[in-house]
């Protein structure tokens, strides 16, 4: 199985801020890597898939980049509805894996 | 818009079988691809297997051996069934939609809310 680790577990941030949210794979998965947002109580959304398109309706200030092992999602400014836990997600290969999640936390 | 919702019991006796169901609405469940997902509580996410409208199925190695799904098309559902449960299965379980199973397409684009699986000794 292919594991997917993501960096930081946690991070503090303010309305306004850059946020990078890393995920890496124990193996190459070329572009194969979706981003999901999750709020307490609710299903995830999808934001990202193949490291970088946009999901329809999801705002421009999400954007992701990386290939190979290594990936990132970053919001360019964040705002207040975007504080909750993003998950990455590998589809090279089944089993499908997710990342343990970031969980991003108003500071 | 599509529209995925879970039913079944919230509590299942230890050694029992869990059996899930998800309705899709405002959409046909024949011509995507659909998936069972859980969270155990304060966890992340775990793909479990998919299903495909001609019956096609592919499950996670680590429970080929307790889980099926199955989907009927006259009803616009599909389903879970997981047997003899542990506590470890104690998990809100997610049904998701996806385009296929190729690597461009194995992403979840639709979701239902999830159904919360208490499995009690």
């Known amino acids: 199985d292919i594991q997917m680790t993501q960096s930081p577990s946690s991070l503090s941030a303010s309305v306004g801020d850059r946020v990078t949210i890393t995920c890496r794979a124990s193996?190459?998965?070329?572009?194969?890597l979706n981003w999901y947002q999750q709020k307490p109580g609710k299903a995830p959304k999808l934001l990202m898939y193949?490291?970088?398109s946009l999901q329809s309706g999801v705002p421009s200030r999400f954007s992701g980049s990386g290939s190979g092992t290594d990936f990132t999602l970053t919001i360019s400014s964040l705002q207040p509805e975007d504080f909750a836990t993003y998950y990455c997600q590998q589809s090279y290969s089944t089993p499908i894996t997710f990342g343990q999640g970031t969980r991003l936390e108003i500071k | 818009q599509v529209q995925l919702q879970e039913s079944g019991p919230g509590l299942v006796k230890s050694s029992e079988t869990l059996s899930l169901t998800c309705t899709v609405s405002g959409g046909s469940i024949s011509s995507y691809y659909w998936s069972w997902i859980r969270q155990p509580p304060g966890k992340g996410l775990e793909w479990i297997g998919s299903?495909?409208?001609?019956?096609?199925?592919n499950y996670i190695p680590s429970l080929k051996s307790r889980v099926s799904i199955s989907l009927d098309t006259s009803k616009n559902q599909f389903s879970l069934n997981l047997k003899s449960v542990t506590a470890a299965d104690t998990a809100v379980y997610h049904c998701?939609?996806?385009?296929?199973?190729?690597?461009?397409?194995?992403?979840?684009?639709?979701w239902g809310q999830g159904s919360l699986v208490t499995v009690s000794s």
């Open positions: 193949v490291a970088s």
């Open positions: 998701a939609r996806h385009r296929g199973t190729s690597s461009s397409q194995f992403y979840f684009d639709s």
């Open positions: 299903i495909y409208y001609n019956g096609v199925t």
């Open positions: 193996q190459s998965i070329s572009i194969y």
